[in-house]
């Protein structure tokens, strides 16, 4: 079969698929393989054409024109062997289906080349699909203004490529294509090849790339998936006077159950302690349970966990737990969102329920267009928190899932009850947040352990004291009244802070409300008043002293008093002299006193 060399024509060389650019040579093209999108030079012998059907799909012939050839099909069938067929078999045929004899002929001949049933469904008229009837000039004008414009990663419109082929073909005097036949040229293209040109290899990957599998499990805590979101909804200090921001949610999927089995919510951006604590809730029982009973049975510990290449997912607490615990922890492949999948679509999900909230941000600025956030804002981070759970534990664990065709909630049941499968349970609750807690070295000294501009001590740490070789603190940073400092032979010591910025921070017994908060600002801006006032005084009194004199050069101390005085003498009492004595004058030493 012979191939059109008309740029854009696709073609088959080599086992894949490429697309022709143009001619080179009289043996030779170039050619986008339209997979990778590179440039290659492929001989002309090699092309092959790619076939194409004549015959319609099933699914888009009306149900008549089927039937009908369906059942033409069946009396032909039987015939097809038969060289020529008599008149009377002819005609009983003709009156049968409707169809003059020479209709009949011809579709007997097509039958007979394709003995299908599709292959008798009436042809469409007129021009077929894909056909093109422009001169070769016209359509390389085209090809160019496509390349040159279109294929950018400035992304023109497509009406820009219009508007270029027309000038084009005007300054070659040709006459310029339908804008319809243009717009055809452009949507032939569309691809890989068309998509790294405009978007970017990231974009057209991830737009074309192929993904038939799947990540599935066969129990629960198989693998579990961990990331972090920031919530779309403002809150409120505790006073309700302040807006406080956006949240951030940190969540933990079972990738066989779709159930959430971890969560920490806090004001603060990801970092190791959010993790830390979103595994702390995932592998031990629920706190919420306590207050009401069974709203999140969902705990243990997991297999494997994958989480993403950040930062705070790498900290090396993380790492060091995990392996302490027997837990495999893998990372996403760079720059590849879609095998966090399960989680990404949690977050999304949890997301759309935010945005019915008041004082909702909405997924970006256009659909939040002109809604006031943060006035609308009616929730505490304690209200946020608990909304959250009742959304994830009533709502999202109690309906059907789409990909489960049950409620995960209702799958972690099953699997524990009917398939025999139980949560892995850690012995030791509090050695096991310790190991995933930040951790330093820092020395001993016999005042205590220095620790972020805090000194801490215990009892315990006397006899390790005063050793040359650091120790280890595990410590998180949102509690700094205490840390952890693990013993040579074992274990972990809990030191108080006893001085420092983690002392004072143990003593802060409230916040101040907003009335105390005004009246300290009140009292403050009446302090900055009373220190101007004084500056002015004082300028002015030592401008008008030094009216008519120069201002000093040095400084010219007051006569010092000796600290060795000599004998005192005897006083003459004041009725033997005419003028009183001059008392000696004795200066109390200043004392200061610094409170921390």
């Not at 329920?353 to 981070?381: C, I, W």
Request: hydrophobic share 35%; proline share 7%; aromatic share 6%.
């Amino acid at each position: 079969m012979a191939i059109s060399l008309r740029p854009g024509t696709t073609c088959f060389a080599h086992g894949n698929t490429y697309q022709i650019d143009g001619q080179c040579s009289p043996t030779e093209i170039n050619a986008r393989d339209c997979l990778s999108g590179d440039m290659v030079v492929l001989k002309i012998k090699d092309l092959q054409a790619i076939p194409a059907s004549k015959t319609p799909d099933r699914l888009i012939v009306p149900a008549e024109q089927w039937r009908r050839a369906t059942a033409l099909a069946a009396d032909l069938y039987p015939l097809k062997d038969d060289q020529r067929l008599s008149p009377e078999t002819l005609e009983a045929l003709s009156t049968k289906h409707g169809i003059g004899h020479r209709q009949l002929q011809r579709y007997r001949g097509r039958f007979n080349q394709d003995p299908r049933a599709s292959a008798l469904v009436p042809r469409r008229r007129g021009r077929g699909e894909g056909s093109r009837v422009l001169d070769p000039a016209r359509e390389r004008v085209i090809a160019h203004a496509i390349e040159k414009f279109y294929h950018t990663r400035e992304r023109c419109p497509k009406e820009y490529v219009v508007t270029r082929v027309g000038a084009l073909c005007r300054k070659l005097h040709l006459r310029p294509p339908d804008r319809k036949s243009i717009l055809t040229r452009i949507r032939a293209q569309e691809g890989m090849a068309d998509s790294r040109a405009r978007l970017g290899p990231k974009a057209a990957k991830q737009k074309w790339e192929v993904r038939v599998g799947g990540l599935t499990m066969s129990r629960p805590m198989q693998m579990v998936q961990i990331d972090h979101t920031r919530v779309d909804v403002h809150v409120l200090s505790d006073d309700r006077l302040r807006v406080l921001g956006r949240p951030w949610i940190t969540l933990a999927i079972d990738v066989a159950t779709r159930c959430v089995v971890g969560y920490y919510l806090a004001m603060h951006a990801p970092s190791s302690i959010s993790v830390a604590l979103c595994v702390e809730h995932m592998v031990l029982p629920k706190p919420e349970n306590e207050a009401d009973p069974g709203v999140w049975p969902m705990y243990g510990k997991p297999t494997t966990v994958l989480v993403d290449n950040g930062k705070d997912l790498r900290a090396h607490a993380l790492t060091t737990g995990c392996e302490e615990h027997g837990i495999e922890l893998k990372w996403r492949p760079v720059k590849t969102p879609h095998y966090g999948a399960h989680i990404e679509r949690l977050n999304g999900t949890l997301m759309r329920m935010v945005h019915l909230l008041p004082g909702t941000t909405f997924s970006n600025t256009k659909q939040r267009g002109d809604y006031p956030s943060e006035a609308r804002a009616t929730m505490t981070l304690g209200e946020l928190d608990a909304w959250m759970v009742q959304k994830i534990c009533r709502s999202y664990h109690v309906r059907a899932h789409r990909g489960l065709g049950a409620s995960p909630l209702y799958v972690w049941e099953q699997f524990r009850e009917h398939g025999g499968w139980q949560p892995d349970s850690v012995i030791h609750p509090e050695t096991f947040r310790l190991d995933f807690l930040p951790r330093s070295f820092r020395r001993l000294s016999r005042t205590g352990l220095e620790h972020h501009g805090s000194r801490y001590w215990d009892e315990a740490l006397g006899p390790i004291a005063g050793r040359r070789e650091d120790v280890e603190v595990r410590y998180h940073p949102k509690h700094p009244q205490s840390i952890w400092v693990r013993h040579p032979q074992g274990g972990f010591i809990e030191a108080p802070a006893i001085a420092g910025r983690a002392r004072a921070n143990s003593h802060r017994v409230a916040s101040m409300d907003g009335e105390a908060r005004e009246r300290m600002i009140v009292l403050h801006d009446e302090g900055l008043d009373a220190c101007d006032g004084i500056e002015v005084r004082a300028a002015e009194s030592t401008r008008k002293a030094r009216k008519g004199h120069r201002a000093p050069t040095k400084v010219t101390p007051e006569t010092e008093i000796p600290s060795n005085e000599p004998a005192a003498r005897e006083q003459p009492s004041i009725a033997e002299t005419e003028e009183p004595p001059v008392m000696p004058i004795r200066i109390r030493p200043l004392t200061v006193e610094i409170w921390e």
